[in-house]
């Protein structure tokens, strides 16, 4: 079994930082791909940023140069350092990573998601 675990959401005003962590535990043998998603009130689910094993990013376009996306594979935990935050960034955060386990099969998991309110 493997839980994630997200902090780090909160209210924030418009133009201000937050930082979101995601840890991983449990039966973990790799981690493979990790990644933000988020899902503003009344709308669907998306990508906001993902991360390979070999350390490759992608964003979606409305948070490139504002939000950067890394990872400390030695804690199995992933950030989203979110600056230069707007109003439209107001979501539930979710992380999402594909693990390999001990023995050997995949799993996709999600994390609970955290809160992100950016208002003044």
């Known amino acids: 079994q493997v839980e994630l675990v997200e902090s780090g959401g909160g209210l924030v005003q418009p133009g201000g930082s937050l930082k979101l962590s995601c840890s991983a535990s449990g039966n973990i043998f790799s981690i493979n791909h990790m990644a933000w998603y988020r899902q503003p009130p009344g709308k669907g689910r998306e990508s906001v940023a993902t991360?390979?094993?070999?350390?490759?990013?992608n964003y979606v376009d409305s948070v490139k140069g504002r939000f950067t996306i890394s990872r400390d594979n030695a804690k199995n935990t992933v950030f989203l350092q979110m600056n230069s935050l707007e109003p439209d960034d107001t979501a539930v955060y979710y992380c999402?990573?594909?693990?390999?386990?001990?023995?050997?099969?995949?799993?996709?998991?999600w994390g609970q998601g955290t809160l992100v309110t950016v208002s003044s």
């Open positions: 991360i390979t094993s070999g350390g490759m990013t």
């Open positions: 999402n990573v594909l693990i390999e386990t001990r023995r050997g099969a995949f799993l996709e998991v």
